[in-house]
T-cell receptor, first 116, second 109 residues
Framework: GAVVSQHPSWVICKSGTSVKIECRSLDFQATTMFWYRQFPKQSLMLMATSNEGSKATYEQGVEKDKFLINHASLTLSTLTVTSAHPEDSSFYIC????????????FGPGTRLTVL | GQNIDQPTEMTATEGAIVQINCTYQTSGFNGLFWYQQHAGEAPTFLSYNVLDGLEEKGRFSSFLSRSKGYSYLLLKELQMKDSASYLCAVGDSNYQLIWGAGTKLIIKP
């Protein structure tokens, strides 16, 4: 099956710093990538949808200036959490969709962010 | 609005069978997915139904009734490793996944 990687797997940072998370589709071209956030004991929450070469579409309540998404190529999308605060601590998961298979999303392993 | 409902938590015994139900109301329908998620890990794909009926894959089966907006995931011969959250998700008219809150399944010896 299709493989999606994320880097880093976990990161600890100080409040006020920025953190970049990479999401890569390893064996397919991802025309669309999704970024989710999951707080403990809660379900996935879609943050934004990004299509290669265009601006990301953010869900209501998600600050686009705080969560910068770049989908510069068909195999790479990045999420940058700017000026991170402790309340941004969460499990961030990306998924990618193959343009030929519109129905299925392939998930990365997730990145656990802890902001001190 | 769009809505996915599934039980919050279920408990079952090792070796038994459990059925996790999911009902949905979405704008458009492009299939229903079941994912398994262990604590601290990303979801992993279990099944996909787009037509009515039962799809069987080993110990796991998934059923769909589009007219009733209803699906279930059936797990047989339960093992301790099946303890996890099971997420129901529906692809809407834009092929975007609408997620249920997940069902935490606890397996007891």
């Amino acid at each position: 099956g299709a493989v999606v990687s994320q880097h880093p797997s976990w990161v600890i940072c100080k409040s006020g710093t920025s953190v970049k998370i990479e999401c890569r589709s390893l064996d397919f071209q991802a025309t669309t990538m999704f970024w989710y956030r999951q707080f403990p004991k809660q379900s996935l929450m879609l943050m934004a949808t990004s299509n290669e070469g265009s601006k990301a579409t953010y869900e209501q309540g998600v600050e686009k200036d705080k969560f910068l998404i770049n989908h510069a190529s068909l195999t790479l999308s990045t999420l940058t959490v700017t000026s991170a605060h402790p309340e941004d601590s969460s499990f961030y998961i990306c998924s990618a969709r193959d343009g030929r298979e519109m129905n299925e999303q392939f998930f990365g392993p997730g990145t656990r962010l802890t902001v001190l | 609005g769009q809505n996915i409902d599934q039980p919050t938590e279920m408990t079952a015994t090792e070796g038994a069978i459990v059925q996790i139900n999911c009902t949905y109301q979405t704008s458009g329908f492009n299939g229903l997915f079941w994912y398994q998620q262990h604590a601290g890990e990303a979801p992993t794909f279990l099944s996909y139904n787009v037509l009515d009926g039962l799809e069987e894959k080993g110990r796991f089966s998934s059923f769909l009734s589009r007219s009733k907006g209803y699906s279930y995931l059936l797990l047989k011969e339960l093992q301790m490793k099946d303890s996890a959250s099971y997420l129901c998700a529906v692809g809407d008219s834009n092929y975007q996944l609408i997620w249920g809150a997940g069902t935490k399944l606890i397996i007891k010896p």
